[in-house]
Structure formats: structure tokens, C-alpha cells
């Protein structure tokens, strides 16, 4: 990809952890490729990540924010305005969180304060950042946003709890309010589907390492890093992008069209007589 595919563009970034974040690799990208941002992320994140170095890297404003207070998000929207010096031209959600993952709650037994905070965090924060967006008229024209998302919203994958039905109102909320963004103010709004990644979040996620062993296996070119998504959310914040918008992008290898792969059924059968339990 050509250095410059962002140059005079401005945006903001949600959920840059660490260097393991996917938003920390697409923030890095987009600074390579000439765009300014404000990073942002809640009080304890920021306490607990290394998110001003990444800062420090990008030359951007870091502004603490609850994704899921109105008020924050407020005060985030208003001051970035600031900052930037005028609306913006992209924005990435990369936030995600069940306490019913975190605490090893089981779907069937599920706590529903918990599930309503995955909800809150997980899908809601998205609607409140493009409800405040659209309040202040904060993103340019052929602006882009993009929030990331998992198969798991479409597919069940056992582990991913709550956190699947979280994703699917995301992906349904980037279509309701593209319609309406597009329609009145030529804003592109897509989820990308991405492979499971090995970051900091995931890592709570019940087998991840079989399930990132299971879907290199079954994709036909292996999963996609978070370097690799990065570059891909670099051509959706593109003018290359303008006319895609309302979409579920899938950027996992091919695993989301697979049904078995060749890799997949030899794994299954060195396994097969090991194995003696039911599938839970």
C-alpha cells in the first residue's frame, strides 16, 4: 500500500491498549499514511495500557473516556473538534467487554446485569459516539467509520458467550445509522469481521489458542494479523472506499465462506480416537 492514502485526514481512534491492540496497529498505519488523530479510551485502560506511547509515536492527543457515559463521550466528540481543528474524517471502534467472559459465566447461566454491561460496552458505546457524532455534524462528508466486529456475530462459537450477540447489534446498528448517515450527510459506516487475534482482549476469550488453531487451519489463506487489518481499515478511511457503506466486511482468510478445510479434516483425524467426550 502507497504511503499518503490519508494524508490531511483526521479522526479518531477507540481502544489502542497496547501494541498488541489491533486499534494501536490501525493507528499506527493511518499515521504512516499521513493522517492526524485524537486516541482515546477508558480511565482504567489507559491506566493499565501503554497508550501514550503510542501518542508520543503518532504526536496525538490521548482524552480519557467512558464509552459508555454520555457525557464523556460528549466532552471526547466536542474536544476532538478542537484539537483537530474541524470535523473529522474517520473514525475506529474497537471496544469490547463481557463480564460474563471475564468471570467464566456459561451462556445458559448467564447474568443478565452483565450481559446488559457487554451490551452497554460492547455495542451501545458505537451508537452513542455516532448519535454525538451526528449532534455536533463532527465527520466530513465521505468520511468513514468502522467498527470492528467477529463471525461469531452471525455463527455460534462455543466461549464467545454474550460477546456474539453483542457484535450482531453492532454490525445491526453500522446499518441502521448508515442508511441515515449516508442518506443525509455522505457518511460510509461498515463493521469489519476480523479473524480471532491474539490481543490483549482476546486472550479471555474460553480456548482462544485452539480456536486460533482451528480457524489458521480451516482459512484457506490463514488468519489475518492485526497489521493486516490495520491496512485493510486504512482503505475503508481511503477515498478508494467511497461507495462501500452498510457492509459486514469479513477480512478472515476466507474462514467465514469454509465449511472444512484439508488442514482442518487431517487435524480431525489424528484426533478422532482420542477424543471421547461430547461436544459441550
Known amino acids: 500500500m502507497n504511503e499518503g492514502l490519508l494524508k490531511g485526514k483526521k479522526g479518531i481512534i477507540f481502544g489502542a491498549l497496547n501494541d498488541k491492540s489491533i486499534a494501536w496497529q490501525v493507528a499506527l498505519k493511518a499515521w504512516k499514511h499521513g493522517a492526524e488523530m485524537v486516541l482515546t479510551n477508558s480511565p482504567v485502560a489507559v ?8 501518542a508520543q509515536i503518532t504526536s496525538s492527543a490521548v482524552i480519557v473516556a467512558d464509552a459508555t457515559s454520555m457525557v464523556d463521550i460528549d466532552k471526547l466528540v466536542s474536544e476532538s473538534l478542537q484539537i483537530l481543528g474541524g470535523r473529522f474524517d ?20 448467564t447474568s443478565y446485569e452483565n ?20 449532534k455536533y455534524d463532527a465527520i466530513n462528508e465521505w468520511g468513514s467509520v468502522v467498527a470492528l466486529s467477529y463471525v461469531a456475530a452471525q455463527r455460534t462459537l462455543t466461549g ?19 442508511y441515515i448517515y449516508g442518506r443525509e450527510r455522505k457518511v460510509r459506516i461498515n463493521t469489519v469481521s476480523q479473524s480471532p487475534t491474539p490481543t ?18 480451516m482459512s484457506p489463506l490463514g488468519n489475518a494479523t492485526a497489521e493486516e487489518c490495520a491496512d485493510y481499515c486504512v482503505a475503508l478511511f481511503s477515498d478508494l472506499t467511497r461507495k462501500v457503506t452498510m457492509q459486514n ?9 469454509m465449511g472444512m ?12 480416537d482420542e477424543c471421547d467426550c461430547d461436544e459441550k
Open 115 to 134: 450481559m446488559l454491561k457487554t451490551f452497554d460496552i460492547s455495542a451501545l458505546s458505537f451508537h452513542r459516539i455516532l448519535q454525538t457524532c451526528y
Open 200 to 217: 490483549t482482549a482476546g486472550s479471555g476469550v474460553h480456548g482462544m489458542d485452539s480456536l486460533l488453531d482451528f480457524s489458521e487451519r
Open 90 to 109: 474517520f473514525i475506529l471502534h474497537s471496544i469490547g467487554m463481557s463480564p460474563n467472559v471475564r468471570k467464566d459465566i456459561p451462556y445458559e447461566n
Open 160 to 178: 464467545y458467550n454474550d460477546m456474539g450477540d453483542a457484535k450482531a447489534l453492532l454490525e445491526s446498528i453500522a446499518r441502521s445509522f448508515g
Open 47 to 54: 491506566r493499565m495500557g501503554t497508550i501514550s506511547e503510542l
Open 261 to 272: 478445510s484439508l488442514r482442518a479434516i487431517e487435524q480431525y483425524k489424528k484426533s478422532f
Open 249 to 257: 466486511l469479513y477480512h478472515d482468510g476466507g474462514f467465514s465462506s
